[in-house]
């Protein structure tokens, strides 16, 4: 990065120690390494961010590209399809069509039947208890 050598390194921490003190040094490094920490975490961050930028921006370039290809490669081979069969070929989705009425008055019928009740489980029937005599 600064591309600092040994003799750099030390000619640097010898003008530190007599700048700064021996005493105060401890002090100073805790300090640099909290700034230089912050300058890191900031640079990194903005690194991913651009990475992601690019990465977001190449993938879009390729979904363009396959997605060309792709259409590319339907019409040729419809165009094959096409030419052996002598009857257009349809390279889209298929066209939505709407129901018969048929369809539509059998599930109207089941909608109307009332559900039939769900067979008891196989218990002899309880016999009902006896009226309370008046009186």
Do not use: C
């Amino acid at each position: 990065m600064f591309d600092l050598g040994a003799a750099e390194i030390l000619v640097i921490i010898i003008v530190a120690v007599l700048v700064i003190g021996p005493n105060d040094m401890p002090l100073a490094m805790r300090h640099a390494g909290r700034w230089i920490g912050k300058v890191r975490r900031v640079s990194s961050h903005f690194r991913t961010g651009l990475d992601a930028m690019v990465r977001e921006a190449e993938l879009e370039d390729m979904e363009k590209k396959w997605k060309a290809q792709n259409e590319a490669i339907m019409k040729q081979s419809a165009k094959a399809v096409e030419e052996e069969k002598g009857e257009p070929v349809m390279t889209g989705p298929p066209p939505v069509s709407e129901t018969p009425k048929a369809a539509n008055a059998e599930s109207a019928a089941q909608k109307a039947k009332p559900a039939e009740p769900a067979p008891s489980p196989s218990k002899p029937s309880e016999p009902e208890s006896p009226a309370k005599p008046q009186g």
